[in-house]
């Protein structure tokens, strides 16, 4: 059964592969996930695509303001996910590909929380474990 | 030997109306023939080719888009195909794309929506064939026993008439599109002139398979191919409305897809 639901898991990933880049995929790291340590400020759950918002603290005391996108609703209810998955106050680790050009925005790789639990969004090319809690 | 004569006369003149029937007679008697059952979800089957971006049996990732073996385009369409700038695909130009589906939220038509990860339904009636999917959310009617108008009105999903073949496939003649969409991901346009026809067949309780013919003078100097495979998915038909909204793909372009595009430090 395990295996049935990995293969399941990884087939509904590759399946939303038309629709993953209608809105910049382009335009952000997709080789690597990056790991980010922060509290969800806001998770949108709707077209085009679901966002998640986060506030990331430096080692200076600095917040800087994460946006990470998902796939639909529609797609991400295929890949266990829902309007309840997450919310405001959560404490996370969120792996992103990053913009390219620096800017806080991402698409979103998975989600970590503070439990354990994690929610995966899209395929992690040689992403690096999650770090030890 | 009468009856036998008889019956012989009935399948000679049978067989004979078979060759000479117009499309529209055949497709009332198609529609006679034991109706297949499409009942299910349809999804693009992974196991056998997904998604893929292009219509292009040789190029379905679209990496060789304008110079695909199995498109026969005419010039000015191949020079409009390479002219656009795809949202998705090897050479993604998001934020500039040309994709009227994309930017102007309109139908992205028929066969464009099979390369979409969403799902497919039939509802079968003696009348018609309505297909519904999951964008839109849209729907089209395949009308059985039915003739295209003298005079169609070109719109966006065209006039579709249909028939039964064989007990397993549903086969859908379609005409009188507008020529406002893609035919795909990557941007291969059609003209009003586009008279497409789907084989819809179910080649067992779990897999549907679909074959495509392109037959637009217009823009192609012969009819071209294409296929799609589709399995049966069980996690529910339609538990999300993906609706185009162009405050909502403003709203997520200014949170997140204009940073992204900004220059450092400007």
């Known amino acids: 059964m395990k295996s049935r639901i990995a293969a399941l898991t990884a087939g509904l990933l590759l399946m939303a592969g038309a629709a993953l880049a209608h809105h910049g995929a382009n335009l952000f790291d997709m080789s690597k996930a990056v790991p980010l340590k922060g509290t969800v400020t806001r998770f949108y759950w709707g077209n085009p695509h679901n966002q998640v918002e986060f506030d990331v603290k430096d080692d200076k005391g600095e917040i800087a303001h994460w946006v990470a996108y998902t796939e639909p609703p529609l797609v991400m209810l295929e890949r266990g996910w829902s309007v309840k998955s997450i919310k405001a106050g959560d404490e996370v680790t969120v792996y992103v590909f990053a913009a390219k050009n620096g800017a806080p925005v991402a698409n979103l790789a998975k989600i970590v929380f503070a439990d354990g639990k994690e929610l995966v969004a899209n395929n992690i090319p040689g992403a690096p474990a999650p770090p030890a809690r | ?266």
């Open chain 2, 1 to 266: 030997m009468r009856n036998i004569l008889v019956t012989t006369a009935i399948a000679v003149a049978t067989a004979a109306a078979a060759v000479t029937l117009s499309p529209a007679v055949r497709a009332q008697q198609g529609s006679s023939l034991k109706a297949p059952d499409l009942s299910g979800d349809w999804i693009a089957d992974r196991t056998r080719g997904g998604f893929g971006q292009s219509l292009s049996l040789s190029d379905m990732g679209g990496r060789n888009r304008g110079n695909e073996s199995d498109i026969p385009y005419q010039p000015w369409a191949r020079t409009k195909t390479l002219s656009e700038k795809t949202s998705t695909g090897p050479n993604a130009q998001s934020e500039q794309t040309t994709d009227p589906q994309v930017i102007y939220c309109e139908p992205p038509g028929v066969p464009h929506i099979y390369l979409w990860p969403i799902k497919t339904k039939f509802v079968q009636t003696p009348e018609a064939v309505y297909i519904l999917y999951e964008i839109g959310p849209f729907f089209r009617v395949v009308w059985l026993n039915a003739k295209h108008p003298a005079d169609v009105d070109p719109q966006w999903w065209g006039h579709s008439i249909g028939h039964y073949e064989n007990g397993d496939t549903l086969v859908v003649d379609s005409v009188g599109f507008n020529d406002k969409t893609w035919l795909d991901q990557m941007g291969h346009p059609h003209t009003e002139q586009l008279h497409l026809i789907e084989r819809y067949k179910r080649v067992n309780q779990n897999q549907l398979e679909l074959d495509l013919t392109i037959d637009d003078p217009g823009a192609y100097t012969k009819p071209w191919f294409s296929h799609r495979n589709f399995a049966v998915s069980t996690t529910g038909f339609l538990r999300y409305q993906q609706i185009c909204s162009v405050r909502e793909n403003q709203q997520f372009s200014d949170a997140l897809a204009k940073p992204a595009v900004t220059t450092p430090g400007k």
